[in-house]
T-cell receptor, first 112, second 110 residues
Framework: DADVTQTPRNRITKTGKRIMLECSQT?????MYWYRQDPGLGLQLIYY???????NKGEISDGYSVSRQAQAKFSLSLESAIPNQTALYFC???????????FGSGTRLTVV | QQPVQSPQAVILREGEDAVINCSSS?????VHWYRQKHGEAPVFLMI?????EQKGHDKISASFNEKKQQSSLYLTASQLSYSGTYFC???????????FGAGTTVTVRA
């Protein structure tokens, strides 16, 4: 099993629909992140969580919300999807200082 | 606040060398390097810590210049498997969330 699992892998949804992307990790880490990737723009931080009770906005949180259901689970929701939220979404986890990120395989989301 | 990477793209023949640079407008505490193959997730290559040594991963190494606020990734004797997009990631202040550069796409040809 992968260390970080994202579901679904691909999703097409309509404008205005609410959609949830799920992420779970088996690394036992407290820190989890959601990033969005657009061509040529690298990875932009949406939300991050340093433990179950700690949720923080990243650079581009407008239009998104998150839920940290457990140490291992961190979900991203688009409350009312719009076409410019079409992107590749990655979940990641890390240990403490000096530890690299482990990314999930990504969710390719298309909003039509 | 996003780190600046250069060049945006580089094309190499097998066996050639390349350097990718990552610059920050703020003081650096550490630098991460990742590689992403097309259609896949980014994979962690290495981290350089302030005051730490130059790191290596196969024939890929990196340096960290705190005074110049930049890091460089060195691809030595490139192999076909080195193709992909390389990202540097810098922490905000001494926090542990990363800001990533836009990436450098490396294409290695036979």
């Amino acid at each position: 099993d992968a260390d970080v699992t994202q579901t679904p892998r691909n999703r097409i949804t309509k404008t205005g629909k609410r959609i949830m992307l799920e992420c779970s990790q088996t690394k036992g880490h407290d820190r989890m992140y959601w990033y969005r990737q657009d061509p040529g723009l690298g990875l932009q931080l949406i939300y991050y969580s340093f433990d179950v009770k700690d949720i923080n906005k990243g650079e581009i949180s407008d239009g998104y919300s998150v839920s940290r259901q457990a140490q291992a689970k961190f979900s991203l929701s688009l409350e009312s999807a719009i076409p410019n939220q079409t992107a590749l979404y990655f979940c990641a986890t890390s240990g403490g200082y000096g530890d690299g990120y482990t990314f999930g395989s990504g969710t390719r989301l298309t909003v039509v | 606040q996003q780190p600046v990477q250069s060049p945006q793209a580089v094309i190499l023949r097998e066996g050639e060398d390349a350097v990718i640079n990552c610059s920050s407008s703020k003081a650096l505490y550490s630098v991460h390097w990742y590689r992403q193959k097309h259609g896949e997730a980014p994979v962690f290559l290495m981290i350089l810590l302030k005051g730490g040594e130059q790191k290596g991963h196969d024939k890929i190494s990196a340096s960290f210049n705190e005074k110049k606020q930049q890091s460089s990734l060195y691809l030595t004797a490139s192999q076909l498997s080195y193709s992909g997009t390389y990202f540097c990631g810098l922490p905000y202040l001494n926090d542990y969330k990363l800001s990533f550069g836009a990436g450098t796409t490396v294409t290695v040809r036979a």
